[in-house]
């Protein structure tokens, strides 16, 4: 039967033979379940009990619930700490590192390093930093200068930036490579034109390579915020002792969904707070691609 | 892009500088050593501590006095991270081997292929980048218990093994591949799987092993999906190990460091020998992806 078939005709029935087992990964292991989150939100569901419609009674808990919007609060700081230093960072690092050739693969590959590592490992690592004397690093170097000590992950002012340097940290590299490669795409002939005329260091940087880098600052800037506002390995593993704490100063979005579903056993409710994390990311993305692809 | 290098930099600074300029170079090359020093700290103390006896844990000092491998020895023989260890190799390789052969598969598919359907499927499979993981882990969850796949290697890979991300990379990258390649194939007389396998594989290879980084590296670190699959100490990966070892309550910080270097030393080792190509393969895997 299949020798019968045009040539056309052919590459259907191939193109369809190798699409058959990811058509079923992505509708059962992607789809589905998203439509299945969105409906258990709008169930009662204890896990061990009974499956009751529930409407929108676990969004009003959610809108009700003070919890929440501490959680809400600080998954935006995360965001809107972390993005912004992150992003500077990398620019001024990728900017100045661009113009070195003398060990130039030996710097990057310093600045990279973290990238490789793993999240919940380098947690713990700045979970021993951030220790009252005598047993934590910063501490003990402050100690050493006659500093008083700083309360890290017990303040509840200073825990949230103290969880975050680490998640800035790692995606550093990242974001320096990415910058790196987009400043090297700049067609040299802005810059020549540029020296002709004799313009200054600031303007060329301000009208040739911000405007031009354009696109890779709109990749950064959304890739990066995503990652922040799924913030989840750092926090745990630096707050295991009280997840989140003190007194919820540290906890994102991610870990209140992780507590309410596998500490709580509440899948409704968690499900309606993984729907509003879904808008969340929706929403900022396309904000951000909005504001930065315009003008 | 350590190809581009030169003549970007050529370009740059290729007259010889002025003297003031040469000075310009030197506190920012300073500068640049210094911060990139400060990034690499927070691992070197993690190796360092890992090399201490107990006694010195607590001095600042970098280089330990007395170097040991007692602790190594002590986490080693303890026995369970060596599962841990075991475990995630497997599950990040097997999760890395399905997804170079799904993604390239469904990515050549929807790249050479015209047939009813393409545009459908391309745009549903993209959309699913935009689903957050944290959404599914609940359905994923009620899932893998309805089937009895709690706590099993299948349970902890089955999420992962294609990816949206890679079979848009790979798409891109099949689009290098000339047509005539592929027709020459088809007048030949290989059937359409040799095409894929024989032809254009051999020619997307650097975006194979840009695919394989990021797939093994995220596999190899993964924490969420992991953490809430497992159960048993035996099933545990390396992070969700290393997250339990380091909340016992008498675990001393040194062997803390020790669990986390046995985590992170495999990834810096790699990356220390193909750096070049790893960077490479993350600009591209970054920019087209």
């Known amino acids: 039967m299949y020798r019968n078939l045009t040539i056309r005709q ?21 789809f589905y379940p998203t439509g299945n989150a969105i409906l258990i939100s709008f169930q009662d569901w204890n896990l061990l009990g009974s499956r009751t419609w529930a409407g929108l009674e676990n969004y009003e808990k959610l809108w009700n619930d003070p919890v929440f919007w501490k959680v809400f609060q600080n998954t935006f700081v995360y965001l809107l700490l972390g993005t912004p230093i992150s992003l500077v960072l990398s620019f001024v690092i990728a900017y100045h590192l661009d113009r070195l050739r003398f060990m130039h ?8 390093l973290p990238f490789m590592t793993s999240a919940v490992a380098m947690a713990w690592v700045w979970r021993w930093f951030y220790q009252d004397v005598p047993i934590g690093l910063f501490n003990n170097i402050l100690a050493g200068f006659g500093i008083p000590q700083i309360a890290f992950l017990q303040s509840t002012t200073n825990a949230l930036p103290a969880v975050l340097a680490p998640a800035v940290w790692a995606g550093l590299g990242f974001q320096v490579i990415i910058f790196m490669a987009g400043l090297r795409a700049i067609p040299t002939s802005y810059y020549e034109a540029a020296k002709i005329d004799g313009v200054g260091w600031f303007t060329v940087l301000t009208q040739i390579t911000i405007p031009l880098l354009r696109p890779t600052i709109v990749f950064i800037v959304v890739f990066s915020s995503i990652g922040f506002l799924r913030i989840f390995d750092h926090v745990f593993n630096m707050t295991t002792n009280n997840p989140g704490g003190p007194l919820n100063a540290t906890k994102p979005l991610v870990l209140m969904i992780y507590d309410t579903a596998f500490n709580g056993f509440d899948m409704g409710y968690a499900a309606a707070q993984t729907v509003v994390l879904f808008v969340i990311l929706l929403i900022v993305s396309l904000i951000q691609l909005r504001l930065l692809r315009s003008n | 892009m350590t190809d581009i290098a030169p003549t970007a930099d050529a370009l740059l600074m290729a007259k010889p500088a002025p003297r003031s ?35 010195e844990v607590y001095n600042v000092n970098l280089i330990p006095e007395d170097p040991t491998t007692e602790n190594y020895t002590y986490v080693l023989e303890d026995g369970r991270f060596y599962w841990w260890f075991v475990n995630s190799v497997i599950i990040a ?31 549903a499979i993209l959309s699913t980048l935009m689903i957050p993981t944290e959404m599914l882990v609940i359905p994923w969850y009620l899932m893998s218990q309805s089937f009895g796949w709690l706590d099993s290697y299948w349970g902890i890979m089955f999420p992962g093994l294609m990816t949206a991300f890679g079979t848009f990379l790979m798409k891109q990258f099949f689009e290098s591949v000339p047509d005539d390649f592929i027709e020459a194939a088809r007048i030949d007389g290989l059937n359409e799987l040799q095409i894929w396998w024989t032809v254009a594989m051999p020619l997307v290879k650097p975006a194979l092993a840009a695919l394989a980084i990021f797939v093994f590296l995220g596999n190899w670190t993964a924490f969420l999906w992991p953490l809430i699959v497992t159960n048993s100490v035996d099933m545990y990966t390396i992070p969700v190990g ?48």
């Not at chain 2, 927070?42 to 201490?52: E, F, H, N, Q, R």
Request: net charge positive.
């Open chain 2, 242 to 289: 290393l997250s339990g070892f380091g909340d016992e309550a008498d675990v001393a910080w040194e062997l803390i460091m020790t669990g986390a270097a046995i985590s992170t030393i495999p990834t810096l080792v790699v990356f220390l020998i193909f750096q070049r190509f790893i960077i490479r393969g993350v600009v591209m895997a970054g920019l087209k992806g």
């Open chain 2, 21 to 55: 300029r040469n000075m310009g170079q030197i506190i920012r090359w300073l500068l640049l050593f210094i911060g990139g020093i400060i990034m690499v700290m927070p691992i070197a103390y993690m190796i360092s501590t890992s090399l201490k006896w107990p006694h």
């Open chain 1, 10 to 30: 052919k590459q259907i029935v191939w193109a369809w033979a190798f699409l058959a087992l990811p058509v079923l990964f992505y509708t059962v292991i992607r």
């Open chain 2, 93 to 123: 390789t097997i999760t890395t081997i399905c997804n170079l052969l799904f993604d390239s598969l469904v990515g050549y598919t929807l790249c050479k292929f015209r047939f009813p359907g393409r545009t459908i499927v391309f745009i």
């Open chain 1, 105 to 112: 693969g030996f710097l990057r590959m310093l600045y990279f």
